[in-house]
């Protein structure tokens, strides 16, 4: 059943964002996890969790190295090509990383503060994230009045707090265009608005107006020129409740491994 849109109140963004306490933070992530797997972010984190940026650290010789060995497993999988295997390592750690915080600003008009992300190596699911208990945030201007401000805040707590350190941990262990690797990162964005649309179908106009507002965000594209990530498709554009969908702007080279194929929302998507 799908669930009744949230009606945030309106109002112009403020000027330094407002401190979201602790258990309003728990409250927006009880609620988003409901939407799927993907989204949800256990609080409290467990004792064995470690943090999540430790990923990002250099790798040292002889020393473990989670991204690299992670890199490896996806490689393996598809057939060896690590360009390949790095791209699509990314991007499953794009999902767990961007889904969240996309709904929670989306629905909620609430950031969690991402810096404190954890998960547990020894778990059943080592990427599933969490989040340790007493985690504030901040609020976010309303979507329906102000995407543009809201997709700001949460694409530079975004990008300091993960992606960037991501895409230079990823720089060291494989060669992968930055272009292909930004491109994930949107088509994650994608995909999570993709799967509220089936669960939060109400809120349609909200999480479309954030993913509109960060497909091309200058801080998600990084040096890369204007309307090289990705971009929102719609059927009318006169009309906010029309058919939709996402089409980035590069692969993310899945089509390359040994039976693979293009993503629904692949740039390669339609063609012979």
Do not use: K, Q
């Not at 330094?16 to 933070?25: G, I, L, M, T, Y």
């Not at 029309?242 to 692969?251: G, I, L, P, Y």
């Amino acid at each position: 059943m799908n669930a009744s849109p949230h009606t945030p109140a309106a109002g112009p963004p403020p000027s330094s964002p407002d401190r979201v306490s602790d258990e309003r933070v728990a409250a927006v992530l009880a609620d988003v996890a409901t939407i799927g797997p993907w989204f949800a972010v256990a609080t409290p984190a467990a004792s064995g969790t470690v943090r999540w940026d430790a990923l990002y650290a250099a790798p040292v010789a002889g020393g473990p190295d989670p991204l690299g060995r992670r890199i490896d497993e996806v490689t393996t999988a598809l057939g060896g090509d690590r360009r390949i295997g790095a791209s699509v390592a990314v991007m499953g750690l794009a999902v767990r990383i961007v889904s969240m915080p996309f709904a929670a600003v989306a629905l909620h008009g609430v950031l969690p503060s991402l810096g404190e992300l954890r998960r547990d190596p020894g778990a059943a699911d080592p990427w599933a994230a969490a989040l340790p208990a007493g985690t504030t945030g901040v609020a976010t201007p309303d979507v329906a009045v102000d995407p543009a401000a809201a997709a700001d805040l949460l694409a530079r707590e975004l990008a300091d707090a993960h992606l960037e350190p991501l895409y230079a941990a990823v720089a060291v262990r494989a060669a992968v265009s930055p272009r292909v690797l930004r491109g994930n990162v949107v088509s994650a964005i994608g995909g999570a608005a993709r799967v509220m649309e089936a669960v939060r179908r109400p809120d349609r106009r909200r999480y479309l107006a954030l993913l509109d507002a960060l497909a091309d965000h200058p801080v998600l594209r990084g040096p890369l020129p204007s309307g090289a990530t990705g971009r929102l498709l719609r059927l009318d554009d006169t009309d906010p409740d029309t058919e939709w969908a996402f089409r980035r702007r590069s692969c993310c080279l899945y089509v390359r491994a040994p039976g693979g194929g293009t993503c629904g929302d692949c740039v390669l998507a339609g063609r012979a």
